[in-house]
């Protein structure tokens, strides 16, 4: 089984800044890729960045060079830098690894419970 857990999230005014953390643990033989995915209320989940294990970086359009994804493959974490925050930022924040597994050698998506952030005009 593989687990997420997010952290970092808060409450922040316009302008400022947040980091996200995600530490993936368990039982698997690689990550294929982890990424950050959002969902503000009334909204569908939408991808915020991701990272290829190879360190291709892919992010969404409304991120505007605000935000930044890294990895720490040793410890096996995932970060997101997120600057100029704005209230249309606030959501729930999902950690998102794709693992491979002995009974899953393709590699299978797993997620966090998710961190809020909340940006106040």
């Known amino acids: 089984q593989v687990q997420l857990v997010e952290s970092g999230g808060g409450l922040v005014q316009a302008g400022g800044s947040l980091r996200l953390s995600c530490a993936v643990s368990?039982?698997?033989?690689?990550?294929?890729?982890m990424g950050w995915y959002r969902q503000a209320p009334g909204n569908q989940r939408e991808l915020v960045a991701y990272i290829t294990s190879g360190g291709s970086t892919s992010y969404a359009d409304f991120v505007e060079g605000r935000f930044t994804i890294s990895v720490n493959n040793a410890k096996n974490m995932v970060f997101l830098q997120m600057n100029s925050l704005k209230p249309e930022d606030t959501a729930v924040y999902y950690c998102?690894?794709?693992?491979?597994?002995?009974?899953?050698?393709?590699?299978?998506?797993?997620w966090g419970k998710g961190t809020l952030v909340t940006v106040s005009s």
């Open positions: 368990g039982s698997f033989f690689s990550i294929k890729g």
């Open positions: 998102n690894a794709n693992a491979v597994l002995a009974a899953v050698p393709l590699g299978k998506n797993y």
